[in-house]
């Protein structure tokens, strides 16, 4: 299984971007799919993720900001970054579950155990 994002660049506060996570030998569809990012000497923190049943959930901190959605057919999930902050400036890593998982909230946005796979990541570093 590999994962590979894109899509991480600067930019400037208020701007967007949209991070891409490629999935080759694993199959999207009724999987955990997940969003996590990570300052260095910092503990890392889920941003986003979509449960087994494509319900999405939200760190408070991006909620009504990013997005986050996934296109099966592809293979392919994506983050959707609005408004973006020099806060969300970080490395961000796509990950994926094994299992079927279907923990809804803040629990299953904070929860990166459920994780089996994870990108190499993708920096994002956002400017004022």
């Known amino acids: 299984v590999q994962l590979v994002e894109s899509g991480g660049e600067p930019v400037e506060a208020g701007g967007s971007l949209n991070l891409s996570c490629v999935a080759s030998g694993y199959t999207t569809g009724g999987k955990k799919l997940g969003w996590v990012r990570q300052v260095p000497g910092k503990e890392r923190e889920g941003v986003a993720n979509?449960?087994?049943?494509?319900?999405?959930s939200y760190a408070d901190s991006v909620k009504g900001r990013f997005i986050i959605s996934k296109d099966n057919a592809k293979n392919t999930f994506y983050l959707q970054m609005n408004s973006l902050k020099p806060e969300d400036t970080a490395m961000y890593y796509c990950?994926?579950?094994?299992?079927?998982?279907?923990?809804?909230?803040?629990?299953?946005?904070?929860?990166?155990?459920?994780?089996?796979?994870w990108g190499q990541g993708t920096q994002v570093t956002v400017s004022s």
């Open positions: 979509l449960n087994s049943g494509g319900y999405d």
């Open positions: 990950a994926a579950s094994q299992r079927k998982l279907y923990k809804i909230g803040s629990f299953a946005v904070s929860n990166a155990g459920d994780y089996d796979y």
